[in-house]
């Protein structure tokens, strides 16, 4: 099946500095890739969709210079978070779908998440 | 936009009996319905979906039904086993969002119980 990736699995920085989150796709090319957050004992939410080459999608709500998303290849997706403050401590997971024919429903490939801590 | 609820919030239940779980949806023109498994710190694994053009699906002790006309789709697991032991989130989208976006519902953390 499909597998997708993420990297680091956890990471702990100070509050202030700059965290990269890379998401990537092993054996399929990802037309669409999401980025979610989940806080302790809560569902996904959705902080942005991204397709290849173009610019990022953020939902209502998430700063975009704040969460900045490349996307620049079929198979890896990169979500940094500027400026970390404690707040942002959270699990980040990437999703990725493959876009196979109009009106397809193509399932979302998750990848294993970050546990991102800010001190 | 689209709103999934999700019914019960936890779930307790036996060893080898079933569990069910109930999701609602809002937007009539959502057709695809998938049910995520997730694990204590790890990403959520799809373990059925449905489509609207179908009522009922089924793999092993895993089953999924869908009704369209009253807008729900339910989970039911039989023969649960300690390694069903899960939160589960039901989500919904649909086909004209062309990015397949998912509103996923609250979540029921599911705890069985040998």
């Known amino acids: 099946g499909a597998v997708v990736s993420q990297h680091p699995s956890w990471v702990i920085c100070k509050s202030g500095t700059s965290v990269k989150i890379e998401c990537r796709s092993l054996?399929?090319?990802?037309?669409?890739m999401f980025w979610y957050r989940q806080f302790p004992k809560q569902s996904l939410m959705l902080m942005a969709t991204?397709?290849?080459?173009?610019?990022?999608?953020?939902e209502q709500g998430v700063e975009k210079d704040k969460f900045l998303i490349n996307h620049a290849s079929l198979t890896l997706s990169t979500l940094t978070v500027t400026s970390a403050h404690p707040e942002d401590s959270s699990f980040y997971i990437c999703?990725?779908?493959?876009?196979?024919?109009?009106?397809?429903?193509?399932?979302?490939?998750f990848g294993p998440g970050t546990r991102l801590t800010v001190l | 936009g689209e709103n999934v609820e999700q019914h019960p919030s936890t779930l307790s239940v036996q060893e080898g009996d079933s569990a069910v779980i109930k999701c609602t949806y809002s937007?009539?023109?959502?057709?695809?319905f998938p049910w995520y498994k997730q694990e204590l710190g790890k990403g959520p694994q799809l373990i059925i979906d449905?489509?609207?053009?179908?009522g009922e699906k089924k793999d092993q002790r895993i089953a999924v039904t869908l009704n369209k006309t009253a807008k729900h789709f339910s989970l039911h697991i039989t023969e649960t086993q300690p390694e069903d032991s899960a939160v589960y989130f039901c989500?919904?989208?649909?086909?004209?969002?062309?990015?397949?976006?998912?509103?996923f519902g609250a979540g029921t953390q599911v705890v069985v119980t040998p």
């Open positions: 054996d399929f090319q990802a037309t669409t």
């Open positions: 989500a919904a989208s649909r086909a004209t969002d062309s990015w397949g976006k998912l509103q």
């Open positions: 991204s397709n290849e080459g173009s610019k990022a999608t953020y």
């Open positions: 999703s990725a779908r493959e876009w196979v024919r109009e009106g397809d429903y193509n399932e979302q490939f």
């Open positions: 937007d009539s023109a959502s057709n695809y």
């Open positions: 449905i489509r609207s053009n179908v």
